[in-house]
């Protein structure tokens, strides 16, 4: 089992046609954004300008949860409103144009893998999963197997279990908990 934590404050920035994007995680580490060549890809990013059309993923599904407010958005032409927090569930190659400025949690996962989840939860974990990701809403603590982990809001956990080991989760605060499975 790997355990990484990438704390928001070390993600670079990078320019998407509706403001920046920062990448915490692309998977497997060799995959290329601009190849769409990864299995997945977590990121956060910021709406800054209203309209803003989304980029489009053919062969990926995302979710995406509003992190600062909630978003007014037109997903194929159907109006579609989200509070701050709900995940929104959509395909990557969906044409996507959002109404609301704000900041943004995004998971892409690739059409390949059927297995995946996002849900918010304050509640105790037990999993075997092969990838489990705590994306952190507030300041948190993460318990894996008895061992602490301190995330700021907007930190990622991400834990790699290529075993499929049992793993006991606590954690204080309400979190973006994802599994996924190849």
């Known amino acids: 089992m790997h355990i990484h934590l990438l704390p928001k ?3 670079k920035a990078a320019v998407w046609s509706g403001g ?18 990864f299995a997945f890809r977590i ?12 980029t489009q993923f053919k062969g990926y599904h995302r979710y995406l949860v509003m992190l ?25 190659n969906d044409a996507v144009t959002s109404f609301t400025k704000g900041i943004d949690f995004n998971w892409m996962v690739s059409e390949k893998i059927s297995q995946h989840q996002l849900k918010i939860t304050a509640a105790n974990q037990n999993c075997n999963a092969q990838i489990v990701l705590f994306f952190s809403l507030d300041t948190t603590v ?10 700021k809001p907007y930190d990622l956990l991400i834990i790699e279990n290529p075993e499929k080991t049992d793993i006991a989760l606590r954690f204080s605060n309400k979190c973006l908990f994802g599994v996924l499975d190849f």
């Open 43 to 54: 990121s956060s990013a910021t709406i800054e300008q209203e309209p803003s059309v989304f």
């Open 20 to 37: 920046l994007t920062y990448e915490y995680m692309i998977y497997p580490k060799t995959a290329n954004y601009a190849d769409r060549d």
């Open 142 to 151: 993460v318990q894996i197997n008895e061992k602490p982990y301190d995330l």
């Open 9 to 11: 404050e070390n993600c």
């Open 68 to 92: 600062d407010n909630g978003l007014d958005i037109e997903i194929n032409q159907e109006k579609k409103v989200y509070e701050q927090f709900e995940i929104m569930e959509f395909n990557s």
